[in-house]
């Protein structure tokens, strides 16, 4: 049984920081590329960061410069550092695991306030 289970989110004024982590089960965690996703109120899903399993990585405009997306495969987590958070980054995240078929985990809400 595969499991994302995110962990991280809260209140957070403009400016401040907040990292996300994602500890997965029941996949070979190096084997697959892992993102993070967010979704807004009334917007549609969208990419933040992902990072393959050679370690390239990969950001949303709106994102980089401010955000870290990073893996650690002997534990079986990547993370989201995110610096300089805007109010405009306030969402829901979701770790996403892909390979061949893709996994969600259940979100965790990041709200900036400002």
């Known amino acids: 049984q595969v499991q994302l289970v995110e962990s991280g989110g809260g209140l957070v004024q403009a400016g401040g920081s907040l990292r996300l982590s994602c500890a997965a089960s029941?996949?070979?965690?190096?084997?697959?590329?892992m993102g993070w996703y967010r979704q807004a109120p009334g917007k549609q899903r969208e990419l933040v960061a992902d990072?393959?399993?050679?370690?390239?990585?990969n950001y949303a405009d709106s994102v980089k410069g401010r955000f870290t997306i990073s893996r650690d495969n002997a534990k079986n987590t990547e993370y989201l550092q995110m610096d300089s958070l805007k109010p405009e980054d306030t969402a829901v995240y979701y770790c996403?695991?892909?390979?061949?078929?893709?996994?969600w985990g259940q979100g965790t809400q990041v709200t900036v306030s400002s």
């Open positions: 029941g996949i070979i965690f190096s084997t697959y590329t």
């Open positions: 996403h695991a892909a390979r061949t078929i893709g996994y």
């Open positions: 990072i393959t399993s050679g370690g390239a990585t």
